[in-house]
């Protein structure tokens, strides 16, 4: 059964860093395509960064040289650095993961900047 947990999030003032980890279980982020989403209040889920291949990686217009999204030597971790953080990154973050045909979730967690 896959399973998926993030942890990293937090309180950052504007400016700041934070590092998101996403823990994997029952999968692994080696061969499958692996994305960060986030969710502001009212409004709808928007991908954030996603590893669809070797070299495949993409990003938000809006996080561009802001965020970078890695995998761990072992490959069952899932990172999302984030640096010089805005007010209008506060969400709460979602790690997916393709595996056999479906996606599978994490529970998500907060990130808050403020100004």
């Known amino acids: 059964q896959v399973h998926l947990v993030e942890s990293g999030g937090g309180l950052v003032q504007a400016g700041g860093s934070l590092r998101l980890s996403c823990a994997a279980s029952g999968t692994d982020f080696r061969a499958n395509a692996a994305y960060w989403y986030r969710q502001a209040p009212g409004l709808q889920r928007e991908e954030v960064a996603s590893i669809t291949g070797p070299n495949r990686i993409n990003y938000l217009e809006s996080v561009k040289g802001r965020f970078a999204i890695s995998r761990d030597n072992t490959e069952t971790t899932l990172y999302l650095q984030m640096s010089s953080l805005k007010p209008e990154d506060t969400a709460v973050y979602f790690c997916?993961?393709?595996?056999?045909?479906?996606?599978?979730w994490g529970q998500g967690t907060q990130v808050t900047v403020s100004s």
């Open positions: 997916a993961v393709d595996h056999r045909g479906r996606t599978y």
